[in-house]
C-alpha cells in the first residue's frame, strides 16, 4: 500500500520507491523510538527517579537502536521498551501502565514511521535529480 501511494500519489519514481520504502521500512523506526524515550522518561518522572544526562543519552540511543530492530508487527514496542527501561536501571513492571493505551498509540507510531518512509522517498528523488514521472 505504501508503494503504491508513494508512487501513485507523490509521484516519485518506481525504481527510487522500490527502493527507499522497503528499506525504510526495515530501518525507519522513528515514531518507536520517539515513545520508547519519551515513555521511558515518563516511567522516570513517575518512580521519582531523577535521570542525568548520560542516562538520557543511554535511552536515546537504546531507543534509537531498539526501534531498529524491532520487527514490524503490532506491539512490538513493549518488547523493546524493557531493553530501554533495563538499560538506565528503571522499573519493568511500568509497562503495565503503558500497555491499556499501547494499541493506540502503536497505530500512530505505525503513521509516523510510513510517513517517513514516503517522505524519505520525496527526498531521495529530489537528491537524485531524477524528474517526477509525468501523470
Known amino acids: ?3 503504491r501511494c508513494t508512487e501513485q500519489h507523490l ?3 518506481k ?3 522500490n527502493f527507499v520504502v ?3 521500512a526495515t530501518v525507519n523506526m522513528d515514531g ?7 515513555a ?6 513517575l518512580a521519582g527517579i531523577e535521570l542525568d544526562l548520560a542516562s538520557q543519552m543511554i535511552i536515546f540511543f537504546v531507543a ?3 526501534a531498529i530492530g524491532a520487527p514490524g508487527i503490532p506491539s512490538v514496542g513493549m518488547l523493546s521498551m524493557v531493553l530501554v527501561l533495563e538499560s538506565v536501571g528503571l522499573p519493568t513492571a511500568a509497562i503495565a501502565i503503558l500497555l ?3 494499541r493506540i498509540l502503536d497505530t500512530t507510531r505505525t503513521a509516523v514511521n510510513v510517513e517517513g518512509d514516503m517522505v524519505g522517498a520525496l527526498i531521495v528523488q529530489k537528491l537524485a535529480g531524477r524528474p517526477t514521472p509525468p501523470n
Request: negative net charge; charged residues 15%; hydrophobic residues 60%.
Open 40 to 45: 521511558a522518561l515518563f516511567v522516570a518522572r
Open 22 to 24: 522497503p528499506l525504510g
Open 11 to 13: 509521484h516519485v519514481r
Open 1 to 3: 500500500v505504501t508503494l
Open 64 to 66: 534509537m537502536l531498539g
Open 100 to 102: 491499556p493505551i499501547d
Open 32 to 38: 518507536t523510538a520517539l515513545y520508547e524515550a519519551a
Open 15 to 17: 525504481d527510487i520507491a
